[in-house]
């Protein structure tokens, strides 16, 4: 039957120590259907999914799959596995050095009466796996000759070919271009029309619109709504998302005017980096904060990272105050007077053995080079300066910066861009995880910084503090720039856009 449920999780709860990372959660599955499992970073899709396949024991709640009686619990991902539940992730786990054949066989290879590897046999049942579901490889190459998005299809296929019931694909199209999306899309099609659930988890609202049946949203480990793509607008779907209700949106204007001048301190045109954003222009001028905004994995931050060099952009052209500027590292972005701050701060921006004092200095130092050691009495100088300048907490300059809070950690971050005395500063979550009164204080420090002359980007995942600091908004759309908004800004407007501008 056309709405066979094959996979029902209600009220799933997992507590991890100090988190809440699901509270009453679930997904019902039907066969043969595709089915979007979407939220923001931190919305619990990810723990939703490793409940289900067994790396996590959930606290309460209960899960039932078709065909099996009673409530289920799997205690690994082979447990999963066995009850038809096969999950392929954006990172491929599979061999590059064997061939397409091994890989697919992998720990169940058919053996020779003498018990070894029956080779042919085995090249024989790949091809037939592989030509039965269109894909069109030499099964004893290498896998490592093929594309990202090939090797990702032959994951798949090894799940099918183990009698997987439920796909699980999270993340799959993350690094493929167009054409690779289309043959993916192709294949997924292919086994809904087989009879297999998938549940595809994703960040790109046209994907999801494309390809999809029903969608399921969760927002903060709840559980917030089952929605038939064909009934929901896009834009509703990002309020579901985002936790806006438009029935009860006042307009919010922005408190500061913008103290930008006509100077142009940014010019991006064409700028691309492959697999990541697409080609965007981009301009700002001095004294002006330049918001860029999106669903997460839209393209924000590859966005700003082709800007600042951290990617280096594979296209286009990047004037930096009326010069020519070549970014081939972040080195070179310094250098030219640009700062950033990038969203993950443990793993991109902090040193947690290092002191404050020397997190802080690591700019300026780098700029300087090896050969111009800052002395220890300036590098005091400058720590003292801008712990007391931001008000950081902590100890001493001499403290370990992993013993700070999240929202001094930040701080320190900050404090180590301000000493080289930036023109062009770009800010990706500065506000993420920390509490509302250091929130208020970055923002402030924002219009403070702008008022000075600095040109600032900023990027957030919550609306409000972008429509209380940007004098304009770019906004990003599955890794393309899709359009900007400047003068009355709404949260409506600004959703408005996120979602395509399109009702349905």
């Given at each position: 039957m056309e709405d066979q449920i094959l996979l029902t999780m209600r009220n799933i709860t997992k507590t991890f120590p100090g988190v809440k990372a699901l509270d009453k959660a679930g997904i019902?599955?039907?066969?043969?259907?595709?089915?979007?499992?979407?939220?923001?970073?931190?919305?619990?899709?990810?723990?939703?999914?490793?409940?289900?396949?067994?790396?996590?024991?959930?606290?309460?709640?209960?899960?039932?799959?078709?065909?099996?009686?009673?409530?289920?619990?799997?205690?690994?991902p082979l447990d999963a596995q066995k009850k038809?539940?096969?999950?392929v992730y954006q990172e491929v786990n599979l061999c590059p050095n064997l061939s397409v054949a091994e890989n697919l066989f992998i720990g169940r290879e058919p053996k020779t009466?003498?018990?070894?590897?029956?080779?042919?046999?085995?090249?024989?049942?790949?091809?037939?796996?592989?030509?039965?579901?269109?894909?069109?490889?030499?099964?004893?190459?290498?896998?490592?000759?093929?594309?990202?998005?090939?090797?990702?299809m032959i994951a798949i296929a090894r799940a099918v070919d183990m009698d997987c019931k439920i796909l699980i694909l999270d993340e799959p199209t993350s690094s493929l271009d167009d054409n690779e999306v289309s043959k993916l899309f192709k294949l997924m099609l292919h086994l809904k029309e087989e009879g297999v659930g998938i549940i595809f988890i994703t960040h790109f609202l046209e994907q999801v619109y494309m390809v999809c049946d029903r969608i399921t949203v969760l927002r903060n480990g709840q559980f917030?709504?089952?929605?038939?793509?064909?009934?929901?607008?896009?834009?509703?779907?990002?309020?579901?998302?985002?936790?806006?209700?438009?029935?009860?949106?006042?307009?919010?204007?922005?408190?500061?005017?913008?103290?930008?001048?006509e100077e142009i301190v940014v010019e991006?045109?064409?700028?691309?980096?492959?697999?990541?954003?697409?080609?965007?222009?981009?301009?700002?001028?001095?004294?002006e904060v330049v918001g860029v905004t999106g669903l997460l994995g839209s393209g924000r931050s590859e966005m700003v990272r082709c800007i600042y060099g951290a990617d280096?952009?594979?296209?286009?052209?990047?004037?930096?105050?009326?010069?020519?500027?070549?970014?081939?590292?972040?080195?070179?972005?310094?250098?030219?007077g640009m700062g950033f701050l990038p969203d993950d701060r443990k793993a991109e921006g902090l040193i947690g053995d290092l002191s404050v004092r020397?997190?802080?200095?690591?700019?300026?130092?780098?700029?300087?080079?090896?050969?111009?050691?800052?002395?220890?009495?300036?590098q005091n100088e400058l720590a003292d300066q801008y712990i007391e300048m931001l008000n950081i907490k902590t100890a001493s300059r001499e403290t370990p910066v992993s013993q700070l809070s999240g929202g001094n950690q930040q701080k320190v971050i900050l404090a180590r861009w301000l000493c080289t005395h930036p023109d062009f500063l770009i800010l990706d979550e500065p506000t993420r995880g920390i509490d509302i009164g250091t929130k208020t204080q970055f923002q402030k420090l924002m219009l403070k910084f702008a008022a000075e002359g600095m040109s600032v980007v900023f990027i957030s995942s919550e609306l409000e503090e972008m429509l209380r600091t940007?004098?304009?908004?770019?906004?990003?759309?599955?890794?393309?720039?899709?359009?900007?908004?400047?003068?009355?800004?709404t949260q409506e407007s600004v959703m408005s856009a996120i979602a395509g501008g399109e009702s349905k």
């Open positions: 019902t599955l039907r066969k043969g259907e595709i089915h979007a499992l979407m939220g923001e970073n931190g919305a619990g899709k990810s723990t939703l999914i490793k409940v289900l396949t067994g790396v996590h024991p959930f606290d309460s709640g209960e899960i039932r799959i078709d065909g099996i009686e009673g409530p289920v619990v799997n205690h690994s038809g539940i096969a999950t009466g003498l018990g070894f590897i029956d080779w042919r046999t085995m090249n024989k049942k790949a091809a037939k796996i592989m030509e039965d579901l269109d894909i069109d490889v030499d099964v004893a190459l290498p896998l490592s000759n093929y594309s990202l998005a090939i090797q990702q917030i709504g089952e929605y038939s793509v064909s009934e929901m607008p896009r834009i509703k779907l990002v309020a579901a998302m985002l936790g806006k209700d438009f029935d009860d949106l006042a307009s919010i204007k922005p408190e500061f005017g913008t103290t930008a001048c991006a045109q064409g700028l691309s980096h492959k697999g990541t954003i697409k080609p965007f222009d981009f301009m700002i001028r001095k004294g280096r952009a594979q296209t286009g052209t990047l004037k930096f105050k009326g010069k020519l500027l070549k970014a081939k590292a972040p080195i070179d972005s310094i250098k030219a020397e997190n802080i200095i690591l700019a300026i130092q780098a700029r300087q080079g090896i050969n111009k050691t800052l002395s220890l009495a300036k940007c004098s304009r908004m770019c906004v990003m759309r599955d890794g393309e720039k899709v359009g900007e908004i400047e003068g009355e800004m």
